[in-house]
């Protein structure tokens, strides 16, 4: 119910800023953690792939809460939903500061992920419910900028923080944003009309979905160490997740009222639609956390510099973003979408080009001109996956693309380290095996490095180790230009007319 008559010009200031400061917080804390993993791995004693840990446990949280977000709603209340989801943010924030220990932060990190679920959407219901019709446009537009803004300054503003204070500061400085939100928000939407209904909960597809999604994720997570399905334990979270994902499917096909409305699928630009939105953030998502991992781990960037060299990939976004959403409408979709793949893979196939002596400017450019295809990217293809859903459907839509790109960013972050990581090893491994002593290649490196003693080998060793870093790069970077190559064919089989509006969905990121 709308209420946006009450509203005097300082009033819907003040809630737009409350409402955009708790979505800030929220999408901030997808990308800030990512240039402070190797200290934060290193302060708690875990191995950089365990770190990632981090960045999987919100996400894929996250991902499971958002189906909720509905249900939870209609329950209690959207203002309510919201300032609650907010506070208990603030304090799984402030536990996630005071970890001492990996297991601990994972578990606080996952409840911060579940109370962040609500965030944005209720930001989105919120913005659309207080201001008027004609104005709504604009509200979306910032909100959108929002989650364009946040992504640039989490990798600056984690670097900074971890380098000039500690990492824990990444989770703390949620505390005082979000309890300024809270104060804000309630003040200016406490008398708003509150509807409630008593909708029965999908606690099978539910509790279905949260052991399968959560099974999936932690043979992901685990599978390299416990070298996959040579483990029982891998065999047997394999066996629970497909169980559990077969129950989930048929039991979402059948029931009345589903969590996640797998029906949706059966719309021929919603289907084409998700899975290039999926392919292509989990790509994006990818690249954000192995670049600053790569240049902190190998190219001796303290954490400050790495969030610099990755953030220029935001300034065109931020910049494009309003002319997008004003004339997209007169291009196809898919000409647009097609653009963003193809500037994001030629940018993948730029960094194949990296060696170990590229420079920060270089980095810095190759990050700026792939902004060109993050602008172009999540307009046009979210516009283009509710292009033929109808008008009810619409929020079921939204909701479950959004849940399927969250997902997706999780399912990236375990599979793109594991990728690293081992082709890193096969690298090391292969010229390792291809050196001898007996080699006088080999012999002049050592001699090189001050001779044969144990020190020369630790500093070959090292020399090696970047070397393979290196071309698991190049390696990586060049299969996820070829997956975007291939998204420019598969978007143009989403047929036209793209005119349905995608309301709010298509705003946000």
Not at 93 to 108: A, D, N, Q, R, V
Not at 456 to 479: G, I, P, R
Not at 485 to 490: A, D, K, P, Q
Not at 492 to 498: D, I, M, N, Y
């Amino acid at each position: 119910m709308s209420n946006n008559a009450s509203f005097t010009p300082p009033s819907l200031l003040m809630a737009t800023i409350g409402l955009s400061l708790a979505t800030f917080m929220q999408v901030l804390d997808t990308t800030i953690a990512n240039v402070a993993l190797p200290t934060i791995s290193g302060n708690l004693g875990v191995s950089s792939e365990q770190g990632t840990w981090v960045i999987t446990s919100f996400a894929v949280s996250n991902a499971i809460a958002l189906p909720l977000t509905g249900w939870l709603s209609r329950r209690f209340g959207e203002v309510k939903l919201f300032l609650w989801a907010t506070l208990l943010f603030v304090l799984a924030s402030f536990l996630c500061g005071i970890s001492t220990s990996m297991p601990e932060l994972i578990g606080f990190r996952v409840l911060q992920g579940l109370v962040a679920g609500p965030l944005y959407p209720m930001t989105q219901t919120l913005l659309i419910a207080v201001y008027p019709p004609a104005r709504r446009g604009m509200a979306l537009a910032l909100l959108a900028m929002v989650t364009v803004v946040a992504p640039i300054a989490g990798p600056i503003l984690g670097g900074w923080i971890t380098d000039s204070y500690s990492w824990p500061w990444i989770f703390f400085i949620n505390v005082p944003i979000g309890i300024f939100a809270v104060m804000v928000v309630r003040s200016q939407l406490r008398k708003r009309p509150v509807v409630t209904s008593h909708q029965p909960m999908d606690y099978v597809g539910l509790l279905s979905l949260i052991v399968g999604v959560g099974a999936l994720q932690i043979i992901l997570d685990k599978g390299n160490d416990l070298d996959w399905f040579e483990s029982n334990f891998i065999i047997i979270g394999a066996a629970i997740s497909v169980i559990a994902l077969a129950v989930f499917v048929i039991w979402e096909m059948t029931d009345k009222h589903p969590v996640v409305n797998l029906r949706l699928f059966a719309h021929r630009n919603f289907r084409i639609g998700t899975i290039v939105l999926v392919l292509g953030y989990a790509g994006f998502f990818g690249i954000n956390l192995i670049l600053p991992q790569w240049l902190q781990t190998q190219m001796g960037y303290t954490a400050t510099w790495a969030g610099l060299a990755v953030a220029p990939i935001g300034i065109l976004p931020v910049l494009m973003s309003p002319f997008v959403g004003k004339y997209a409408h007169k291009f196809d979709l898919r000409l647009l979408a097609g653009l963003a793949f193809l500037a994001i893979g030629l940018s993948c196939f730029m960094r194949a080009g990296f060696t170990n002596e590229v420079d920060f400017q270089h980095i810095a450019l190759v990050q700026l001109f792939m902004g060109i295809g993050v602008a172009l990217f999540f307009m046009p293809t979210l516009s283009i996956l509710m292009s033929d859903l109808p008008p009810h459907q619409i929020a079921d839509g939204a909701g479950l693309a959004t849940f399927l790109r969250t997902l997706g960013g999780s399912f990236a972050a375990s599979l793109t380290t594991w990728i690293w990581i081992r082709r890193a090893d096969q690298h090391h491994a292969y010229m390792s095996e291809s050196m001898s002593v007996y080699d006088s290649a080999t012999r002049d490196a050592l001699n090189t490095l001050g001779g044969a003693g144990h020190k020369a080998y630790a500093q070959l060793d090292q020399v090696l180790t970047s070397q393979a870093y290196m071309m698991s790069t190049v390696d990586y970077f060049t299969l996820l230009g070829w997956m975007f190559m291939g998204l420019i064919l598969l978007v143009w089989l989403a047929k036209p007319p793209f005119t349905a509006k995608a309301g709010p969905a298509a705003s946000g990121h």
